[in-house]
Every structure is written in structure tokens, then in C-alpha cells.
């Protein structure tokens, strides 16, 4: 099951939204990710926060489930993958609204999303950028991003990390702090492909066009 969790930082164009609705399983907004989807007309499957940026008691009809979380001790995020659906399991995790605005904000879901089990595919979309997570039995790879600039940024200290298809090239390289970093690495081919045996990182896309 793929699930969409729309958060409340920068908003998507409809377009974007539009299109990870159409392709998501199951739809759940937290807090303020509320507003762009009601400003686009979609309803999702799951609206869940502590409402301190968006209230559903003065925002008009909702046909979506309503779920007051009023934990102050937990993220938006955080609650709203305390709600994934129970009746099948999810694989793949797309977030929108996770990125921009404020930096706590964006590193925090950065940080919830690293601990996720390492099956489930995580993706940041935005606007500006893709962010793919990579873990050990999830490696990345990505198509048509010749000429593209590619970031890895490990999230904890990882072991035998291996690109393929990137300028300056790693091979069961050790990264983290102290250790090897990705800024600004480049493709050279138009497929890309990253790799690791321990630990969690983060593949970041700048979009272009």
C-alpha cells in the first residue's frame, strides 16, 4: 500500500498534488497539510493533528475521518504515521508539505522518517527537489538525471555505500560524520544508482525545468 501524508510546510502546485492523490492508496493530511488539499477540492481519507494551524470545526463540511491528537510531545508527522491503515501493510510512503519553511521542521521529519522500518520506500516531494531514502534493503535509483546535481546526506554513520552512474564515485565507502560526506556529487549517466549495507541516508534531486 502506498500512503500520502501531506504536511504543512511549503505547499505543493496542485498538479503535484493531484498526481500523488491519483497514485496513493490511502490519503492522510496532518494539521495545516490540510489546507492546500482543501484549496485543491480533495478531500483525503485522514485528516489528524492537534489542529493548532488548521481547525475543522470552522472549515465547513469534511467527509474525511477527523482525529484529534492532542500529544504535544510528538510531531505532526509523528501522528500521522501512528495512523497508518491497519488492514494491509504499507510499502511505499510519499510526503508532501515535509520540506521548506521551517529548518527544525524539515530535519525533524528527516530524522521520524530514518527511523521507519527499512522496507517501507520513502520519498520528500516538492517542488524544488526529490529526496529519496536509501537503506540497506531499499537502495535508490534514479533515471533520466544526467548532468543532474545529487546530494547524500547520511542521516547516521553508514557503512558500504556504493554509487553508480555519479562523477566522483563510492565504493563500499564509510559516510557520516567525521567521515566521507555527498554534497553536490553530480550524475554522469542518465541512470543512478546508490547502494549501502548499513545505516540510513538521503539521496536529494534538485529539480530542474
Do not use: Y
Amino acid at each position: 500500500m502506498k500512503v500520502l501524508i501531506v504536511l504543512a510546510g511549503n505547499p505543493p502546485d496542485e498538479a503535484l498534488l493531484e498526481w500523488r492523490v491519483d497514485e496513493a492508496d490511502f490519503v492522510i493530511a496532518a494539521d495545516g497539510g490540510m489546507k492546500p488539499l482543501l484549496h485543491a477540492g480533495i478531500q483525503p481519507d485522514l485528516l489528524v493533528g492537534d489542529f493548532d494551524s488548521f481547525n475543522p470545526a470552522t472549515s465547513g463540511s469534511l467527509s474525511c475521518k477527523v482525529v484529534l491528537e492532542e500529544d504535544q510531545a510528538s510531531t505532526d508527522l509523528e501522528k500521522a504515521l501512528r495512523h497508518l491503515p491497519e488492514d494491509e501493510a504499507t510499502d511505499a510512503i510519499v510526503l508532501l508539505g515535509a520540506t521548506g519553511g521551517r529548518s527544525d521542521h524539515f530535519l525533524s521529519n528527516l530524522l521520524v522518517v530514518s527511523g521507519l522500518p527499512d522496507e517501507i520506500d520513502v520519498v520528500l516531494d516538492s517542488l524544488d527537489e526529490f529526496i529519496r531514502r536509501v537503506t540497506p534493503v531499499r537502495p535508490a535509483t534514479l533515471l533520466g538525471v544526467c548532468g543532474q546535481i545529487i546530494s547524500l546526506v547520511p542521516m547516521v554513520s553508514c557503512e558500504g555505500v556504493t554509487t553508480s552512474g555519479l562523477k566522483w564515485e563510492l565504493k563500499k565507502s564509510a559516510m557520516g560524520v567525521g567521515k566521507t560526506l555527498g554534497q553536490s556529487n553530480e550524475a554522469v549517466s542518465d541512470e543512478a544508482r546508490i547502494d549501502l549495507r548499513e545505516g540510513v541516508l538521503f539521496v536529494i534531486t534538485p529539480k530542474v525545468g
